[in-house]
């Protein structure tokens, strides 16, 4: 059963940092597509950034571009969300979320981890 774990969450103020932690169980993570998601009260699921495996190109929502930024190390089974510049409609509880080994569908979710960012 793959597990995953996020850490790093927290409140920050307007303008500050924060750096996101999934750590993945497994041995197939260097072949999954690893994507990190957030929710706000009130309002639906959304998409922030996905890198892919091997060549690891990545993606952002449009909201994040140029603020976030999405890593992983195969070596740690871990994924990373650096998220700078953060703003007040940056809060929610934001989740990892892991494809099968070379899908494409996001089949596991971590539990989440809040993130509050004061104005």
């Known amino acids: 059963q793959v597990q995953l774990v996020e850490s790093g969450g927290g409140l920050v103020q307007a303008g500050g940092s924060l750096r996101l932690s999934c750590a993945a169980s497994?041995?197939?993570?260097?072949?999954?597509?690893m994507g990190w998601f957030r929710q706000a009260p009130g309002k639906e699921r959304e998409f922030v950034a996905a890198?892919?495996?091997?060549?690891?190109?990545?993606n952002y929502a449009d909201s994040v571009k140029a603020r976030f930024t999405i890593s992983r190390d195969n070596a740690k089974n871990t994924v990373y969300l650096q998220m700078n510049s953060l703003k007040p409609e940056d809060t929610a509880v934001y989740y990892c979320?892991?494809?099968?080994?070379?899908?494409?569908?996001?089949?596991?979710w971590g539990q989440g981890t809040q993130v509050t960012v004061s104005s």
């Open positions: 979320a892991q494809t099968k080994p070379w899908g494409t569908n996001y089949d596991y």
């Open positions: 890198i892919r495996w091997g060549v690891g190109d990545t």
């Open positions: 497994g041995r197939t993570f260097s072949v999954t597509n």
